[in-house]
């Protein structure tokens, strides 16, 4: 079953996005995937299974979506490769329905085992980990935590785009294969974004401008200030 909330489509709008009006299913989800590959053509025969489910948690203030989904494929023999679990929490809270502040958190966990070797997870400021490198953290297992306080600083000014800004908290590490997982390991980012809304250019949504502080070094020993740009949100 599938419901759309339509009290928290107006709870959306210009909330958690920073600024442009977004859809969230808040409803039940469930879906289940088999394929099949056959011997042919030199191909390895694989049987492979991916499960989704999602619900969502509705509030006066705000809402919950949680998330979780495993693959895997499966050889003759009955053993398993490139299995992945994954699971997510997302909240979004604001102080009262006509604030221009909405409050937005995440916590997503993947867990992976024999994983193909052209894929590894990563912890990094492409995956919301904004103070650090692209590939700064990469294995089989991932936590990310992020926060982040958007405000709506302007309607639509010339007919062509709003204004917002944002300030957050990130954290997260990628344990590499055959490491404890430990999370003393944790690195963490603070800072402030710009988020620049084009209402009229529904293909591009949103332009995202964010400077993060690491505070704690990379691998390299690397810490200080980043500079990212997306055409998205982080999370």
């Known amino acids: 079953m599938e419901a759309l909330i339509e009290a928290f489509l107006i709870l959306a709008r210009e909330g958690d996005t920073g600024l442009p009006d977004e859809d969230f299913d808040v409803g039940s989800r469930l879906s ?134 944002a300030a957050f908290v990130d954290a997260g590490y990628a344990w590499p294969e055959g490491s404890p997982l430990k999370l003393s390991d944790l690195r963490a980012d603070a800072g402030i974004g710009l988020r620049i809304a084009l209402p009229r250019a529904p293909s591009l949504g949103l332009l995202r401008l964010d400077l993060a502080y690491a505070l704690r070094p990379d691998l390299r020993g690397r810490r200080g200030w980043l500079v990212s740009f997306s055409s998205s949100q982080a999370f």
Request: proline share 2%.
């Open 32 to 165: 289940f995937e088999l394929g099949y590959s056959p011997h042919l053509f030199g191909a390895q025969e694989r049987l492979a299974a991916q499960l989704r489910v999602a619900r969502g948690l509705s509030f006066p203030t705000g809402f919950l979506i949680g998330s979780v989904s495993a693959k895997t494929r499966a050889r003759l023999d009955g053993s398993l490769e490139h299995t992945l679990a994954e699971g997510s929490v997302l909240a979004v809270w604001r102080p009262v329905r006509e604030s221009a502040q909405t409050v937005v958190g995440r916590v997503a966990l993947a867990w992976g085992n024999a994983l193909d070797r052209d894929f590894q997870l990563t912890a990094d400021g492409a995956s919301g980990l904004r103070g650090y490198r692209l590939h700064a953290f990469t294995g089989d297992r991932r936590l990310l935590v992020n926060v982040e306080d958007r405000v709506q600083l302007t309607k639509e000014l010339l007919r062509l785009f709003e204004i917002g800004a």
